[in-house]
């Protein structure tokens, strides 16, 4: 999906080579699209190690 999101906002015309303009775009679409999922990976841990101390049993059983 992020490749697509990219690609699309990056590369109006593809042809057979990028230009600098498209590789520098692509570089950084990719690298917000890293940022935002460490950052969103970062928030749900927390969340789920507050869980934990907050709910000891619920955290350490299996599920229904």
């Not at 917000?32 to 928030?43: G, L, P």
Request: aromatic fraction near 4%; proline fraction near 8%; charged fraction near 25%.
């Amino acid at each position: 999906k992020m490749n697509e999101h990219c690609f699309e906002k990056c590369i109006p015309s593809p042809s057979s080579s990028l230009s600098r303009k498209e590789e520098a775009c692509i570089s950084m679409c990719m690298e917000k699209y890293i940022d935002t999922r460490n950052v969103v990976s970062r928030v749900w841990n927390q969340g789920v190690q507050r869980t934990q101390r907050e709910h000891p049993t619920r955290a350490a059983s299996p599920g229904p």
